[in-house]
């Protein structure tokens, strides 16, 4: 078995013990992106391998710097890391060379971590599927023909085809959890301002992305919430770090679980989605947990309405100097597009009700926490699509009316900022995976990774049923 097949808990124990040398792990991972990485295009940009060698040869004899030490991470395409090419999957920013770290990308290093390249994003994160005109697409391991999903697709992707022990991604629109259900792994939105970004543009309106941990398992992902998680002074709404490794231990017996399940039929999912929902349901039923049906608690539509408005307002903030220049516009992708110029007709009268929309939505979701411990919702509405389309056009016939109408069930935990893991739930009859999410009360990320890790300690999806051997060519 590879190094590269061990978890990052594991790995950073055998270096902590001096058992393994990250020289070894780093080639380890030199010999797994060599034969996998060619099939999947999960890590682009990836450094010159001897200086890797000589970066991780370095710290064979140093003291361990963090749970990270020695470990080869590759960091996704939206965060600037120094000295490494940084292009958000723009032709803009081919080029992009930065010369300072973001905050996640130097908490990372800090850590101990190896950069030993970055993770594949659509461009500007816009959409769940990880394609772009600088390095094209993301596939997916478990069937090279499907899509990885996105943003965080290539940090996904690389999990599953082991070419990483643990992954950073960044999540707006279901950008961690999308990726995890169709890659079989776990992804973690934690509630807002556990994670903090940085201090550039507006951090006092822009509330519905965060950064956040995935791994193969929640462990894992736990350890790596604690190296990128607590306040950065600098930028409002921060939540202090904490420890989460050393809280996973938990009674799941009496534990109160709400299904939101489609919202009431409005969220459409393929056939099959909902049926392996259930069958993770089951698992926690099977623990000890008391599963109750929850009616949707507010119009879906509601909340799709101020999603458009909220998010078409701040992208046509954040990237209105890039339309106003008809060069650069030429080179924006069409997606991009719609969001500025649908996002510059917001009214200030839209934006209000759009606040408002969220504002209840928040108080009826504190209720439900008053009943029940965690809610639960599927992962994706989809199974993983051809690798060729832009984003799925249908829905069982039924026709989406914008590119990211597919992955609606994950606005109402983005839309409030709540903590969610997205989980594994198996896989369908073409063999293709999915996942649900496990949702809790702002705040509460440490029950959510407890409850995660007693599913997954009955259930080991990703351990259990690993991705085909892939042909790097």
Same mark, same amino acid.
């Given at each position: 078995?590879?190094?590269?097949?061990?978890?990052?808990?594991? #790995?950073?124990?055998?270096?902590?013990?001096?058992?393994?040398?990250?020289?070894?792990?780093?080639?380890?991972?030199?010999?797994?992106?060599?034969?996998? @990485?060619?099939?999947?295009?999960?890590?682009?940009?990836?450094?010159?391998?001897?200086?890797?060698?000589?970066?991780?040869?370095?710290?064979?004899?140093?003291?361990?710097?963090?749970?990270?030490?020695?470990?080869?991470?590759?960091?996704?395409?939206?965060?600037?890391?120094?000295?490494?090419?940084?292009?958000?999957?723009?032709?803009?920013?081919?080029?992009?060379?930065?010369?300072?770290?973001?905050?996640?990308?130097?908490?990372?290093? $800090?850590?101990?971590?190896?950069?030993?390249?970055?993770? @594949?994003?659509?461009?500007?994160?816009?959409?769940?599927?990880?394609?772009? /005109?600088?390095?094209?697409?993301?596939?997916?391991?478990?069937?090279?023909?499907?899509?990885?999903?996105?943003?965080?697709?290539?940090?996904?992707?690389?999990? $599953? $085809?082991?070419?990483?022990?643990?992954?950073?991604?960044?999540?707006?629109?279901?950008?961690?959890?999308?990726?995890?259900?169709?890659?079989?792994?776990?992804?973690?939105?934690?509630?807002?301002?556990?994670?903090?970004? =940085?201090?550039?543009? =507006?951090?006092? #309106?822009?509330?519905?992305?965060?950064?956040?941990?995935?791994?193969?398992?929640?462990?894992?992902?736990?350890?790596?919430?604690?190296?990128?998680?607590?306040?950065?002074?600098?930028?409002?709404?921060?939540?202090?770090?904490?420890?989460?490794?050393?809280?996973?231990?938990?009674?799941?017996?009496?534990?109160?679980?709400?299904?939101?399940?489609?919202?009431?039929?409005?969220?459409?999912?393929?056939?099959?989605?909902?049926?392996?929902?259930?069958?993770?349901?089951?698992?926690?039923?099977?623990?000890?947990?008391?599963?109750? /049906?929850?009616?949707?608690?507010?119009?879906?539509?509601?909340?799709?309405?101020?999603?458009?408005?909220?998010?078409?307002?701040?992208?046509?903030?954040?990237?209105?100097?890039?339309?106003? =220049? /008809?060069?650069?516009?030429?080179?924006?992708?069409?997606?991009?597009?719609?969001?500025?110029?649908?996002?510059?007709?917001?009214?200030?009268?839209?934006?209000?009700?759009?606040?408002?929309?969220?504002?209840?939505?928040?108080?009826?979701?504190?209720?439900?926490?008053?009943?029940? =411990?965690?809610?639960?919702?599927?992962?994706?509405?989809?199974?993983?699509?051809?690798?060729?389309?832009?984003?799925?056009?249908?829905?069982?016939?039924?026709?989406?009316?914008?590119?990211?109408?597919?992955?609606?069930?994950?606005?109402?935990?983005?839309?409030?900022?709540? /903590?969610?893991?997205?989980?594994?739930?198996?896989?369908?009859?073409?063999?293709?995976?999915?996942?649900?999410?496990?949702?809790?009360?702002?705040?509460?990320? $440490?029950?959510?990774?407890?409850?995660?890790?007693?599913?997954?300690?009955?259930?080991?999806?990703?351990?259990?049923?690993?991705?085909?051997?892939?042909?790097?060519?």
């Amino acid at each position: 078995m590879s190094l590269m097949d061990l978890t990052a808990t594991e #790995l950073s124990r055998l270096v902590a013990a001096r058992a393994v040398k990250p020289s070894e792990i780093m080639a380890a991972h030199l010999e797994r992106l060599a034969a996998a @990485n060619g099939a999947v295009n999960a890590i682009v940009s990836p450094r010159d391998p001897d200086d890797l060698m000589a970066e991780a040869r370095a710290l064979d004899d140093a003291a361990p710097r963090g749970w990270l030490h020695g470990l080869p991470l590759a960091v996704k395409d939206l965060v600037a890391v120094r000295g490494l090419r940084t292009t958000y999957g723009s032709p803009l920013h081919r080029d992009h060379v930065p010369e300072a770290d973001d905050l996640l990308a130097a908490r990372l290093r $800090a850590a101990g971590a190896i950069f030993v390249g970055k993770t @594949n994003t659509p461009e500007w994160g816009h959409g769940s599927h990880s394609f772009n /005109p600088v390095f094209g697409a993301t596939r997916n391991p478990y069937d090279t023909t499907r899509s990885a999903g996105g943003s965080s697709g290539g940090a996904a992707a690389a999990l $599953a $085809a082991r070419l990483v022990p643990v992954a950073d991604g960044s999540d707006m629109m279901g950008s961690l959890r999308n990726p995890a259900a169709f890659c079989n792994i776990y992804g973690f939105r934690p509630s807002y301002g556990l994670v903090p970004g =940085d201090a550039e543009g =507006d951090t006092f #309106l822009a509330t519905l992305a965060t950064d956040g941990p995935m791994g193969r398992t929640v462990e894992d992902v736990a350890r790596l919430l604690e190296v990128i998680a607590g306040e950065n002074p600098e930028v409002p709404f921060g939540r202090p770090g904490a420890t989460f490794a050393d809280r996973l231990e938990i009674d799941p017996s009496g534990l109160r679980v709400g299904w939101l399940g489609d919202w009431g039929g409005a969220y459409r999912c393929e056939p099959g989605i909902l049926d392996r929902c259930a069958a993770g349901l089951g698992v926690l039923e099977s623990l000890g947990a008391h599963i109750d /049906p929850v009616k949707p608690p507010i119009p879906a539509e509601e909340l799709w309405q101020a999603w458009l408005h909220l998010r078409g307002f701040l992208n046509a903030g954040s990237k209105g100097a890039l339309w106003d =220049d /008809p060069q650069r516009r030429a080179l924006l992708k069409p997606e991009t597009q719609w969001e500025i110029e649908s996002g510059r007709t917001v009214t200030t009268a839209q934006l209000y009700a759009a606040s408002v929309v969220r504002s209840r939505w928040y108080a009826a979701a504190a209720e439900l926490f008053r009943r029940y =411990d965690v809610l639960v919702m599927p992962a994706a509405q989809v199974w993983p699509f051809p690798v060729e389309w832009r984003w799925p056009q249908t829905i069982n016939g039924h026709a989406m009316d914008t590119y990211h109408r597919w992955m609606e069930v994950v606005v109402p935990v983005s839309l409030i900022g709540l /903590p969610s893991l997205a989980v594994p739930c198996g896989f369908g009859p073409a063999g293709l995976p999915t996942g649900m999410q496990i949702i809790g009360p702002a705040g509460a990320d $440490a029950r959510v990774l407890a409850v995660g890790e007693q599913y997954h300690r009955a259930t080991g999806w990703p351990q259990k049923k690993r991705p085909p051997p892939v042909d790097a060519t």
